[in-house]
């Protein structure tokens, strides 16, 4: 029904800036929140930032408010993730994922895992000292 790949991700020097992507194909994620995790070797997977449908509310994990930036464009059925001042812990394999269904009116309840059905590949960001 929906199907999401991710994109953007590479090696970077402490302080610089990526810019991941996330194009849906599919069934529209229009009217549903969407979300970024990432994942570290040995780590569990973690919540990084997640957006209302709209685009008009956002959530951020403490430990990249303020240097990342989750935004999307319904018409490209697109979302991204901005990334800044990157730091040598922000090395990750870094997911996109939607929910199977919207229910809830805050992307405050989409920080966890389990609130979310379809995940895509994965995207390596590696960032050296």
């Known amino acids: 029904q929906v199907q999401l790949v991710e994109s953007g991700g590479g090696l970077v020097q402490a302080g610089g800036s990526l810019r991941l992507s996330c194009a849906a194909s599919?069934?529209?994620?229009?009217?549903?929140?969407m979300g970024w995790f990432r994942q570290a070797p040995g780590q569990e997977r973690d919540f990084v930032a997640a957006?209302?449908?709209?685009?008009?509310?956002?959530g951020y994990a403490d430990s990249v408010k303020g240097r990342f930036t989750i935004s999307r464009d319904n018409a490209k059925n697109t979302i991204y993730l901005q990334m800044n001042s990157l730091k040598p812990e922000d090395t990750a394999l870094y997911y996109c994922?939607?929910?199977?269904?919207?229910?809830?009116?805050?992307?405050?309840?989409?920080?966890?895992?389990?609130?979310?059905?379809?995940w895509g590949q994965g995207t390596q960001v590696t960032v050296s000292s």
């Open positions: 957006i209302s449908w709209s685009g008009g509310s956002t």
């Open positions: 994922a939607a929910p199977r269904t919207s229910t809830y009116s805050s992307v405050t309840y989409y920080t966890a895992g389990n609130e979310y059905y379809y």
């Open positions: 599919g069934r529209t994620v229009s009217r549903r929140p």
